[in-house]
C-alpha cells in the first residue's frame, strides 16, 4: 500500500520523509527540490509482536510495512502544468492515500511560496489543483458515456453517477467527502481519481507548536469538517528523534513531554485509513505481522503467506493475542479451550494469532 506526501512546496515534506524512512531524501529551501519522487518503507508500530515473539524464544521479528512516496510540492496551476505539475498530479495518482502536509510555523528564513503562512488558503490550493484535473478526467468519462448511451442504455446510470460526481467536484469538494453506497463508491474506486483517495492532515510545526497553536487548530478543525483526520507534530524534530539509538529517543520524547512519536501516530493513522488490520503468526523461527485488508476471509489471509496456503486451506487455529498472552503458550490456550478452528467463511479480526492447517 502507498501512501503520497504532498503539499506545497517549502511545507516540510522532505524532511517529514526523511524522518519517516531515515532514506536522506533531498530537502532544501526552494520550490521542486523533489522531482522524481522518492519511495521508502516504514515498518508499522506493533508492540505486540517483541511480546509474542518473547513468548516463542522467536529468532527473528517482522514487521508489517508501508510504503510512503515523497511528491513534490504542488503549486496553484498545478492542474495546467505550471511548476512541472502534470507530472507531479500523475504520480499521486498512483498511491492509495494522500498525507497532506500544512506549514503550521512561521519563519522568515524559509520561504513561501504564496508570501505567508494561512493553512487554510494552503489547503484549498492543493484540493483546487486536484480537483480541476478530476474535473478534466470527468469530463472524457462523460463524452464517451454520453456516446454509449445512444447504444446501450444502461450507460445512462455511469452518466448519472458521473453528473452527482461532477457536481461534487463544482462544490470544491473532494470526492472522499461523498456521501454513496458501497456500489457508487466502487464505481468512483475505478475512475482512479485524485479526490476519491483518502487523506489524512500532518499539521507541521516547530517545536514551539507541538502542544498545538493557531494554525494546527485551522488544520484539524477542516479535517473534522470532512471527516478527515488531522496529526500535528514537527518534521524538523522527528527527523532529529529518528536519528538517535532508542535509549537517547526515550529521554528526549520525555523531554517534550511525548508518550509516542508524531511518526508513530502518523503510521497508525495510515495503517487504519487504508482499512487495513494485522494477522499474527508465531514460531520459534519468526513471529510475523501480515498486512490484509478488513473483511478479508480466512483462506484470502492464508494466502498472503503462500499462494499454495490458500489453494490448499483446510482450517485456521485462532487465538486471541490477549488471550494467548494470559494463557502463555498457544498449547495452552488449546488446552483452556481457547483456541478455535475456523473455516473458510470466516472474516479475520485485528490480532487474531493464527495457525493455518493446509494440505498441499
Not at 8 to 16: A, D, E, M, Y
Not at 248 to 254: K, P
Not at 259 to 273: N, P, Q, W
Request: charged content about 30%; overall charge negative; aromatic content about 8%.
Amino acid at each position: 500500500m502507498k501512501l503520497g506526501v504532498v503539499g506545497l512546496p517549502n511545507v516540510g515534506k522532505s524532511t517529514l520523509f526523511n524522518a519517516i524512512t531515515k532514506a536522506g531524501a533531498q530537502a532544501a529551501n526552494y520550490p521542486f527540490c523533489t522531482i522524481e519522487p522518492n519511495v521508502g518503507v516504514v515498518a508499522v508500530p506493533d508492540e505486540r509482536l517483541e511480546k509474542l515473539a518473547a513468548l516463542y524464544d522467536s529468532k527473528k521479528i517482522t514487521y508489517t510495512t508501508l510504503e510512503f512516496v515523497d511528491i513534490a510540492g504542488l503549486v496553484k496551476g498545478a492542474s495546467r502544468g505550471e511548476g512541472l505539475g502534470n507530472k507531479f498530479l500523475s504520480h499521486i495518482r498512483e498511491v492509495d492515500a494522500i498525507v497532506h502536509v500544512v506549514r503550521c510555523f512561521d519563519d522568515e528564513n524559509i520561504t513561501h511560496v504564496d508570501g505567508s503562512v494561512n493553512p487554510a488558503r494552503d489547503i484549498e490550493t492543493i484540493d483546487l489543483e486536484l480537483i480541476f484535473a478530476d474535473l478534466e478526467t470527468l469530463d472524457r468519462r462523460m463524452t464517451k458515456a454520453l456516446s454509449m448511451v445512444k447504444a446501450d442504455k444502461k450507460y445512462q446510470e455511469d452518466i448519472d453517477r458521473l453528473n452527482i460526481m461532477k457536481q461534487c467536484l463544482e462544490a470544491g469538494k473532494r470526492l472522499s467527502t461523498l456521501k454513496v453506497d458501497e456500489d457508487f463508491k466502487a464505481f468512483i474506486d475505478a475512475q482512479f481519481l485524485l479526490t476519491s483517495k483518502p487523506v489524512i492532515y500532518v499539521a507541521n510545526t516547530d517545536e514551539a507548536g507541538i502542544a498545538g497553536n493557531a494554525y494546527t487548530a485551522e488544520v484539524q478543525r477542516i479535517a473534522a469538517a470532512e471527516g478527515s483526520e488531522a496529526i500535528v507534530l514537527c518534521a524538523k524534530l522527528e527527523e532529529d528523534l529518528s536519528s538517535l539509538a532508542d535509549d537517547e529517543r526515550a529521554m528526549f520524547m520525555e523531554e517534550y513531554g511525548l508518550s509516542e512519536s508524531g511518526l508513530d501516530r502518523l503510521v497508525k493513522a495510515s495503517y487504519k485509513l487504508l482499512g487495513l488490520i494485522s494477522y499474527l503468526t508465531a514460531g520459534e523461527k519468526e513471529t510475523r505481522a501480515w498486512t490484509i485488508v478488513k473483511g478479508t476471509k480466512a483462506p484470502e489471509a492464508a494466502g498472503k503467506i503462500h499462494s499454495d496456503f490458500e489453494r490448499g486451506f483446510i482450517r485456521a487455529e485462532i487465538v486471541d493475542y490477549d488471550t494467548l498472552l494470559e494463557c502463555g503458550s498457544f498449547n495452552a490456550a488449546k488446552d483452556k479451550g481457547k483456541v478455535r478452528s475456523e473455516g473458510k467463511d470466516y472474516v479475520m479480526q485485528e490480532g487474531d494469532v493464527v495457525l493455518f492447517r493446509i494440505n498441499v
